[in-house]
Protein backbone atom coordinates (compact mmCIF):
# COMPACT_ATOMS: atom_id res chain seq x y z
CA UNK A 1 0.00 0.00 0.00
CA UNK A 2 0.73 3.28 -0.92
CA UNK A 3 2.34 5.17 2.07
CA UNK A 4 0.65 8.54 3.54
CA UNK A 5 3.53 11.59 3.19
CA UNK A 6 3.43 13.60 6.22
CA UNK A 7 1.90 17.57 5.85
CA UNK A 8 3.41 18.73 2.25
CA UNK A 9 3.35 22.48 2.22
CA UNK A 10 2.23 21.98 -1.38
CA UNK A 11 -1.24 20.54 -0.37
CA UNK A 12 -1.47 22.20 3.07
CA UNK A 13 -0.78 25.83 1.58
CA UNK A 14 -1.29 28.47 3.97
CA UNK A 15 -2.40 29.50 7.58
CA UNK A 16 -6.02 28.39 7.20
CA UNK A 17 -5.71 25.19 5.56
CA UNK A 18 -2.92 24.35 8.29
CA UNK A 19 -5.58 24.50 10.96
CA UNK A 20 -8.27 23.11 9.16
CA UNK A 21 -5.61 20.25 8.64
CA UNK A 22 -4.83 20.04 12.44
CA UNK A 23 -8.46 19.91 13.32
CA UNK A 24 -9.31 16.88 11.37
CA UNK A 25 -5.25 15.22 11.84
CA UNK A 26 -6.94 15.74 15.78
CA UNK A 27 -9.87 14.24 15.28
CA UNK A 28 -9.06 10.46 15.52
CA UNK A 29 -11.34 9.34 18.35
CA UNK A 30 -15.22 10.39 17.05
CA UNK A 31 -17.03 7.56 18.25
CA UNK A 32 -20.31 9.19 16.78
CA UNK A 33 -19.02 8.80 12.94
CA UNK A 34 -16.47 5.45 13.79
CA UNK A 35 -19.47 3.34 15.53
CA UNK A 36 -21.45 4.04 13.23
CA UNK A 37 -19.00 2.83 10.20
CA UNK A 38 -17.97 -0.19 12.64
CA UNK A 39 -21.84 -1.53 11.44
CA UNK A 40 -20.84 -2.17 7.77
CA UNK A 41 -17.87 -0.53 7.05
CA UNK A 42 -19.16 2.71 5.46
CA UNK A 43 -17.85 5.30 7.45
CA UNK A 44 -19.26 9.14 6.66
CA UNK A 45 -19.01 12.51 7.32
CA UNK A 46 -21.83 13.81 6.32
CA UNK A 47 -25.65 14.24 7.42
CA UNK A 48 -28.74 13.03 6.61
CA UNK A 49 -32.01 14.20 4.63
CA UNK A 50 -35.78 12.51 5.46
CA UNK A 51 -37.43 11.27 8.45
CA UNK A 52 -36.32 8.49 10.86
CA UNK A 53 -38.28 6.03 12.95
CA UNK A 54 -39.72 8.38 15.39
CA UNK A 55 -40.33 4.71 17.59
CA UNK A 56 -36.99 4.55 18.50
CA UNK A 57 -37.49 7.70 20.81
CA UNK A 58 -39.53 5.79 23.09
CA UNK A 59 -37.83 2.22 22.62
CA UNK A 60 -36.65 0.42 25.91
CA UNK A 61 -33.98 2.20 27.57
CA UNK A 62 -31.34 -0.64 27.24
CA UNK A 63 -32.00 -0.87 23.62
CA UNK A 64 -32.78 3.38 23.09
CA UNK A 65 -29.32 4.55 22.06
CA UNK A 66 -28.46 1.65 19.48
CA UNK A 67 -31.52 2.22 17.90
CA UNK A 68 -30.97 5.46 17.38
CA UNK A 69 -27.43 5.31 15.98
CA UNK A 70 -28.76 2.14 13.51
CA UNK A 71 -31.02 4.73 12.46
CA UNK A 72 -28.77 7.98 11.76
CA UNK A 73 -26.71 5.22 9.79
CA UNK A 74 -29.35 4.57 8.12
CA UNK A 75 -29.94 7.88 6.67
CA UNK A 76 -26.29 8.29 6.17
CA UNK A 77 -25.55 6.18 4.13
CA UNK A 78 -29.59 6.68 2.39
CA UNK A 79 -27.84 10.24 1.84
CA UNK A 80 -25.59 9.30 -0.63
CA UNK A 81 -28.58 8.01 -2.91
CA UNK A 82 -28.90 12.74 -2.98
CA UNK A 83 -25.59 11.70 -5.26
CA UNK A 84 -26.21 8.71 -6.77
CA UNK A 85 -29.64 10.29 -8.24
CA UNK A 86 -27.50 12.96 -9.47
CA UNK A 87 -25.59 11.21 -11.39
CA UNK A 88 -27.80 9.01 -13.20
CA UNK A 89 -27.05 5.94 -15.31
CA UNK A 90 -22.86 6.37 -15.00
CA UNK A 91 -21.34 4.14 -17.41
CA UNK A 92 -19.36 1.19 -15.59
CA UNK A 93 -15.24 2.12 -15.61
CA UNK A 94 -16.68 5.87 -15.80
CA UNK A 95 -13.94 8.35 -14.02
CA UNK A 96 -15.56 10.09 -11.05
CA UNK A 97 -13.38 12.49 -8.63
CA UNK A 98 -14.74 12.54 -4.95
CA UNK A 99 -13.49 15.80 -3.75
CA UNK A 100 -12.99 15.63 0.11
CA UNK A 101 -13.73 12.67 0.32
CA UNK A 102 -12.97 11.50 3.83
CA UNK A 103 -13.35 7.33 5.48
CA UNK A 104 -14.33 6.88 2.00
CA UNK A 105 -17.75 6.10 2.37
CA UNK A 106 -19.10 7.84 -0.12
CA UNK A 107 -16.66 6.60 -2.71
CA UNK A 108 -17.16 3.11 -1.81
CA UNK A 109 -21.05 3.35 -2.25
CA UNK A 110 -20.38 4.88 -5.81
CA UNK A 111 -18.37 2.32 -6.91
CA UNK A 112 -20.36 -0.82 -5.71
CA UNK A 113 -23.43 0.71 -7.19
CA UNK A 114 -22.10 2.49 -10.41
CA UNK A 115 -19.37 0.40 -10.61
CA UNK A 116 -17.35 3.75 -11.65
CA UNK A 117 -13.48 4.25 -10.83
CA UNK A 118 -13.14 6.15 -8.21
CA UNK A 119 -10.45 9.11 -7.32
CA UNK A 120 -10.76 10.28 -3.69
CA UNK A 121 -8.19 13.18 -2.55
CA UNK A 122 -8.23 13.85 1.05
CA UNK A 123 -5.04 15.64 3.23
CA UNK A 124 -5.96 14.53 6.22
CA UNK A 125 -3.43 11.81 7.00
CA UNK A 126 -5.46 9.28 9.13
CA UNK A 127 -8.59 9.41 7.16
CA UNK A 128 -5.92 8.85 4.18
CA UNK A 129 -4.59 5.80 5.63
CA UNK A 130 -8.22 4.59 7.00
CA UNK A 131 -9.55 4.56 3.35
CA UNK A 132 -6.71 2.87 1.63
CA UNK A 133 -6.62 -0.12 4.24
CA UNK A 134 -10.70 -0.45 3.69
CA UNK A 135 -9.81 -0.39 -0.14
CA UNK A 136 -7.50 -3.07 0.28
CA UNK A 137 -10.12 -5.28 2.70
CA UNK A 138 -12.93 -4.37 0.52
CA UNK A 139 -11.17 -5.82 -2.65
CA UNK A 140 -11.83 -2.55 -4.48
CA UNK A 141 -8.09 -1.01 -4.27
CA UNK A 142 -7.63 -0.92 -7.84
CA UNK A 143 -10.99 0.47 -8.54
CA UNK A 144 -11.06 2.88 -5.74
CA UNK A 145 -8.08 4.96 -4.75
CA UNK A 146 -7.68 7.12 -2.24
CA UNK A 147 -4.68 10.24 -2.44
CA UNK A 148 -2.87 12.15 -0.36
CA UNK A 149 -4.20 16.31 -2.13
CA UNK A 150 -5.63 19.45 -1.94
CA UNK A 151 -8.95 19.22 -3.66
CA UNK A 152 -8.63 22.86 -5.46
CA UNK A 153 -5.27 21.72 -6.78
CA UNK A 154 -5.00 18.04 -7.96
CA UNK A 155 -2.47 16.08 -9.49
CA UNK A 156 -5.07 14.94 -12.29
CA UNK A 157 -4.65 15.57 -16.61
CA UNK A 158 -7.28 17.99 -18.12
CA UNK A 159 -10.35 16.66 -18.91
CA UNK A 160 -9.44 12.91 -16.84
CA UNK A 161 -12.87 12.48 -14.94
CA UNK A 162 -16.69 12.19 -16.18
CA UNK A 163 -18.00 13.18 -12.66
CA UNK A 164 -17.12 15.26 -9.70
CA UNK A 165 -18.93 14.80 -6.57
CA UNK A 166 -18.33 16.70 -3.43
CA UNK A 167 -20.46 15.40 -0.80
CA UNK A 168 -20.64 18.08 2.11
CA UNK A 169 -17.34 19.55 1.78
CA UNK A 170 -16.94 22.70 0.05
CA UNK A 171 -17.53 24.53 3.28
CA UNK A 172 -13.81 24.27 3.47
CA UNK A 173 -12.51 25.94 -0.04
CA UNK A 174 -12.80 28.80 -1.95
CA UNK A 175 -15.23 28.20 -4.14
CA UNK A 176 -13.70 29.96 -6.92
CA UNK A 177 -10.67 27.93 -6.97
CA UNK A 178 -12.63 25.02 -6.29
CA UNK A 179 -14.63 24.96 -9.19
CA UNK A 180 -12.07 26.41 -11.97
CA UNK A 181 -10.69 23.11 -10.55
CA UNK A 182 -13.22 20.60 -11.17
CA UNK A 183 -14.03 22.01 -15.04
CA UNK A 184 -10.61 21.33 -15.95
CA UNK A 185 -10.83 18.07 -14.69
CA UNK A 186 -14.21 17.19 -16.39
CA UNK A 187 -14.64 16.39 -19.87
CA UNK A 188 -16.98 18.46 -22.04
CA UNK A 189 -20.74 17.66 -20.65
CA UNK A 190 -19.23 15.44 -17.72
CA UNK A 191 -21.14 16.55 -14.63
CA UNK A 192 -19.93 18.02 -11.24
CA UNK A 193 -23.37 16.76 -8.04
CA UNK A 194 -22.73 19.24 -4.65
CA UNK A 195 -24.25 18.37 -1.84
CA UNK A 196 -23.68 21.39 0.25
CA UNK A 197 -25.45 23.18 3.08
CA UNK A 198 -24.78 27.31 2.85
CA UNK A 199 -26.18 30.29 4.45
CA UNK A 200 -29.25 31.65 2.67
CA UNK A 201 -28.57 35.52 1.57
CA UNK A 202 -32.17 36.25 1.41
CA UNK A 203 -32.50 35.37 5.08
CA UNK A 204 -29.38 36.96 6.68
CA UNK A 205 -26.70 39.32 6.20
CA UNK A 206 -23.24 38.34 6.05
CA UNK A 207 -21.73 37.13 9.27
CA UNK A 208 -24.95 37.65 11.47
CA UNK A 209 -26.54 34.29 11.69
CA UNK A 210 -24.99 33.29 15.27
CA UNK A 211 -25.97 29.15 14.10
CA UNK A 212 -23.68 29.88 10.96
CA UNK A 213 -20.90 31.14 13.35
CA UNK A 214 -21.37 28.46 15.85
CA UNK A 215 -21.18 25.97 13.24
CA UNK A 216 -17.79 27.10 11.43
CA UNK A 217 -16.49 27.12 14.72
CA UNK A 218 -17.03 23.58 15.40
CA UNK A 219 -15.64 22.38 12.54
CA UNK A 220 -13.14 25.55 11.68
CA UNK A 221 -15.27 25.92 8.24
CA UNK A 222 -16.03 28.72 6.22
CA UNK A 223 -19.93 28.20 5.34
CA UNK A 224 -20.46 30.01 1.96
CA UNK A 225 -23.62 31.88 0.72
CA UNK A 226 -26.02 30.53 -1.23
CA UNK A 227 -25.32 32.87 -4.26
CA UNK A 228 -21.89 32.78 -4.05
CA UNK A 229 -22.26 28.74 -5.36
CA UNK A 230 -23.55 30.04 -8.18
CA UNK A 231 -21.69 33.34 -8.65
CA UNK A 232 -19.22 30.37 -9.06
CA UNK A 233 -20.66 27.91 -10.70
CA UNK A 234 -21.05 30.21 -13.48
CA UNK A 235 -17.67 31.84 -13.51
CA UNK A 236 -16.28 28.05 -14.11
CA UNK A 237 -18.18 27.47 -16.97
CA UNK A 238 -20.43 24.85 -14.49
CA UNK A 239 -23.95 24.86 -15.71
CA UNK A 240 -26.81 23.72 -13.04
CA UNK A 241 -29.21 21.54 -14.44
CA UNK A 242 -31.21 20.75 -11.64
CA UNK A 243 -31.08 22.36 -7.85
CA UNK A 244 -32.81 21.03 -4.95
CA UNK A 245 -33.45 22.61 -1.50
CA UNK A 246 -33.47 19.88 0.66
CA UNK A 247 -33.56 22.07 4.03
CA UNK A 248 -36.91 20.67 5.48
CA UNK A 249 -35.77 17.39 5.13
CA UNK A 250 -32.76 17.97 6.65
CA UNK A 251 -33.90 18.70 10.18
CA UNK A 252 -35.25 15.60 11.14
CA UNK A 253 -31.93 14.30 11.42
CA UNK A 254 -30.71 16.54 13.91
CA UNK A 255 -33.95 16.15 16.07
CA UNK A 256 -32.48 12.16 15.83
CA UNK A 257 -29.08 13.15 16.66
CA UNK A 258 -29.75 15.68 19.90
CA UNK A 259 -31.70 12.15 21.35
CA UNK A 260 -28.39 10.50 21.14
CA UNK A 261 -26.07 10.32 23.98
CA UNK A 262 -22.81 10.46 21.35
CA UNK A 263 -24.32 14.28 20.85
CA UNK A 264 -21.57 16.70 20.00
CA UNK A 265 -22.98 19.77 20.65
CA UNK A 266 -23.78 21.02 17.28
CA UNK A 267 -26.73 19.96 17.04
CA UNK A 268 -29.18 23.11 17.85
CA UNK A 269 -27.36 25.39 15.89
CA UNK A 270 -28.53 23.15 12.59
CA UNK A 271 -31.58 23.18 14.18
CA UNK A 272 -31.89 26.65 14.70
CA UNK A 273 -30.46 27.37 11.37
CA UNK A 274 -32.48 25.33 9.35
CA UNK A 275 -35.75 25.87 11.09
CA UNK A 276 -35.01 29.61 10.83
CA UNK A 277 -34.26 29.30 7.35
CA UNK A 278 -30.73 30.72 7.34
CA UNK A 279 -28.93 27.54 6.37
CA UNK A 280 -30.09 26.08 3.54
CA UNK A 281 -29.47 22.72 2.68
CA UNK A 282 -28.57 22.10 -1.33
CA UNK A 283 -28.05 19.27 -3.87
CA UNK A 284 -27.44 20.83 -7.03
CA UNK A 285 -26.02 18.90 -10.83
CA UNK A 286 -24.14 21.12 -13.28
CA UNK A 287 -22.41 20.43 -16.69
CA UNK A 288 -19.68 21.60 -17.79
CA UNK A 289 -20.42 23.64 -20.59
CA UNK A 290 -18.83 22.94 -24.10
CA UNK A 291 -16.83 24.98 -26.24
CA UNK A 292 -17.36 25.94 -29.97
CA UNK A 293 -15.13 23.94 -30.71
CA UNK A 294 -15.77 20.90 -28.68
CA UNK A 295 -19.03 21.27 -30.27
CA UNK A 296 -17.98 21.02 -33.86
CA UNK A 297 -15.79 17.80 -33.48
C1 LIG B 1 -18.63 16.74 9.36
O1 LIG B 1 -18.85 15.41 9.35
C2 LIG B 1 -18.46 17.10 7.97
C3 LIG B 1 -18.00 18.24 7.61
C4 LIG B 1 -17.70 19.32 8.57
C5 LIG B 1 -17.78 18.41 6.19
C6 LIG B 1 -16.44 18.08 5.73
C7 LIG B 1 -16.01 16.68 5.88
C8 LIG B 1 -14.80 16.21 5.50
C9 LIG B 1 -14.34 14.83 5.89
C10 LIG B 1 -13.86 17.03 4.71
P1 LIG B 1 -18.51 14.54 10.59
O2 LIG B 1 -19.27 13.29 10.40
O3 LIG B 1 -17.03 14.40 10.77
O4 LIG B 1 -19.11 15.40 11.78
P2 LIG B 1 -19.56 14.84 13.17
O5 LIG B 1 -18.35 14.26 13.81
O6 LIG B 1 -20.12 16.04 13.89
O7 LIG B 1 -20.58 13.78 12.89
MG1 LIG C 1 -20.76 12.35 11.45
Not at 88 to 94: I, K, L, N, R, T
Request: with cysteine; glycine share 6%; hydrophobic share 35%.
Amino acid sequence: MTPVPSRSRDVVRDDYENQLNDHWEDKQNDPINLLLGKMDGLYHHHYAVGDFDRSVLTAPPDRRQQLILNEMHRMESEQVDLILDGLGDAPPGARLLDAGSGRGGTSFMIHDRLGCHVDGVNFCEHHLAFSRKLAQQRGCADNVRFHYANMVSTPFADASFRYVVTNETTMYVDLFEAFTEFARLLQPGGRYVLVTWCENDAAAAPGTSPEINAIDTHYVSRIHRRSTYFRALAASGLVPSTVRDLTREAIPYWELRSCSALSTGVEQPFLDGYRRNRLNYLVVVAEKARTKKQTAS
